[in-house]
């Protein structure tokens, strides 16, 4: 066996298997951590999904984890694990650009919130990754670093915005990643990349330090190659912050010991009329919806009991563009005016909102009300509601239909204006190649339904163990 | 993503495109910083959601607050 067939081996490994070797010293966090930067160093070339390599404080802090755990102080499972974290996570003297220019030479006195938590559970940071600019837009070559690529594919889009994010874990150059979600930033690269990637409730995770898009809506969450590793995760940086007034003293529960692997009982609602319909909606590929629908029925094999529903309000999840954009504007507003010129394509996007009135915040804001309202009354007859991810596969860089590649995000939009946790898990493959995604939605703070579900359907499919060939 | 495509499929209302003068007036209103070339490209992307906006404007909200709660039912009384 060469070294690249050593390297695969471990990096391959999910979270949850990598603690349990590194508890019981089998593999060491030196090794774990030297096979994901050569890893990195053999493909990132062709992916860019790194804009900041930490090699030097990754190896002393995996030093440091192999010390603690020889000497039997374990911390838990993320303890000597190679984690890698968007770049708009701020990082204590490592430059956090939020992939732009005005940003360019950030160097933050102290770490996010998250970041935080992660290192204090021994993760090691394996280094800062790419997105769109500001996380809006959706890549582009005006940009300050190389647009990510989507490692099933390297013509077609991994997602915005935590593209890195997407390519790094579905290339298995890295064990997880923190991504952040606006509108659908994380579950759309989770969908596009074949990976899991879970948006908390708004308020459960901490948003200090994390570069913002727009406050009442961003939601910072991991993406992974399995639910279980995403619990694992989720577990580190959940709860509340004193320093983000956002964040609600709700309980954390030990996400990782309430996973299912049946499904008895539970009541899934499926939202045919917006999510499934391909005679109404214009962009819906029908292969999706036949996914979407056989994964269904795994869930009914697995024990879950289906309703069809109905949500006539989501046709106003555009509310979600105009709150998005006013607070956009109000935190770039002096950078518009004196600094334009270090702004790529994103600064038209953010100039939409300098047109937007209070009356127009306001009245989007009543409507997510009214959004919110309708999802909360629904969610007391069932546990879960399940869509398809998006409404079709990663489209091509070349694409020149931006139009149709926003208005994807109407299926994920819905759950940042209503604050509901919301996951993408990986449900098959499109006849072209690419991946399709699954979306589960919860109920306020039951994550843990959420994590439950798509637990039980990994542990009944191989989806998720899909591997892209790198062999560029 | 792309913000304002995000309507793209929601039952649109037949409104007329706006002027770019009147565009302009609006652009000048807002104070913002963008120059003569700039104009039309923004123009384009603000058309879409100019219908978005008009759509949320004419839904019958009653007394519907503008605050949102994110607490899970029975957190919350």
Redesign the interface.
């Known amino acids: 066996m060469n070294r690249h067939d050593d390297d695969d081996d471990l990096c391959f490994l999910t979270i949850k298997e990598a603690a349990t070797m590194l508890k019981t010293k089998t593999v060491s966090p030196v090794e774990l951590t030297e096979a994901f930067f050569r890893r990195i160093e053999r493909y990132d070339n062709h992916l860019h999904s790194y804009v900041t390599l930490l090699k030097d404080s990754a190896m002393k802090s995996a030093l440091i984890s192999e010390k603690e755990i020889m000497d039997g102080d374990y911390k838990g499972p993320l303890h000597g694990i190679p984690i890698a974290v968007k770049d708009l996570y701020s990082t204590k003297g490592i430059r956090t650009t939020a992939q732009s220019r005005i940003l360019e030479h950030n160097i933050p006195k102290f770490d996010s919130t998250v970041v935080q938590n992660l290192k204090n559970a021994g993760a090691i940071i394996l280094g800062k990754l790419a997105m769109s600019e500001f996380a ?3 890549g582009d070559e005006r940009e300050l670093f190389p647009s990510a690529k989507n490692p099933w594919n390297l013509d077609h889009m991994p997602g ?2 935590s593209s890195g994010s997407g390519a790094a874990t579905s290339a298995e150059l890295c064990m997880g990643s923190l991504g952040s979600d606006t ?3 994380i579950r ?1 690269p989770a969908s596009f990349c074949n990976i899991t990637g879970i948006k908390p ?3 459960r995770v901490s948003n200090y330090g994390v570069v913002p898009l727009a406050w ?1 809506l961003d939601s910072c969450g991991p993406m992974t190659r399995t639910a279980e590793d995403a619990a694992l995760m989720l577990q580190v940086i959940a709860g509340q912050d004193s320093k983000d007034p956002s964040t ?1 003293n ?1 309980p954390v529960p030990n996400y990782a010991e309430t996973l299912r692997t049946e499904l008895n009982g539970l009541k899934i609602g499926v939202p045919r009329d917006f999510f499934f319909n391909l005679d109404k ?3 819906l590929d029908k292969e999706i919806v036949e996914t979407v629908d056989k994964a269904l029925e795994t869930l009914i094999d697995l024990g879950a009991q289906i309703k069809e529903v109905d949500l006539p309000s989501l ?8 709150i ?2 006013s607070e956009a504007y109000a935190f770039h507003e002096n950078n ?2 004196t600094k ?1 010129e270090d702004y790529g394509p994103v600064r ?2 953010f ?2 909102g ?3 009135s209070a ?2 915040y ?9 959004i ?1 309202q309708e999802l ?1 009354d629904l ?2 007859d069932v546990d879960v509601l399940v869509t398809p991810s998006f409404p079709f596969t990663a489209p091509r860089f070349d694409d020149r239909n ?9 299926f994920l ?1 819905p759950f940042n204006l209503s ?1 509901l946790p919301a996951m993408s898990v990986p449900c098959g493959f499109h006849s072209n190649g690419l991946p399709i995604g699954m979306q589960i939605v919860g ?4 994550e843990d339904v959420v994590l439950s579900v798509g637990h039980a359907y990994q542990n009944a499919t191989s989806w998720h163990k899909q591997k892209p060939d790198l062999d560029f | 993503m792309v913000a304002s495509d995000l309507g793209y499929n929601m039952n649109g209302n037949d409104i007329p495109p706006l002027d770019i003068e009147d565009f302009r007036s609006l652009v000048q209103d807002a104070d913002l910083n963008i120059s003569e070339e700039d104009l039309p490209k923004l123009l384009k992307a603000y058309e879409p959601l100019k219908r978005q906006l008009q759509a949320l404007h004419e839904l019958q909200l009653e007394d519907t607050p503008s605050a949102t709660r994110f607490f899970p039912k029975g957190v919350e009384d």
Do not use: C, H, W
């Open positions: 809006l837009g959706r915005s915005s509108a659908g930033s759309a409730s708004f308020g009442t609600l709700m909606t214009l962009d046709e106003y999840t555009s509310a979600n563009t105009v998005m954009l518009l005016r334009p038209r996007q100039l939409l300098g047109l937007l009356s127009d306001i009245q989007a804001q009543r409507v997510r009300n009214i919110s909360s969610m007391k931006q139009a149709r590649y926003g208005a994807g995000f109407r939009a604050g109920n306020s703070f039951r």
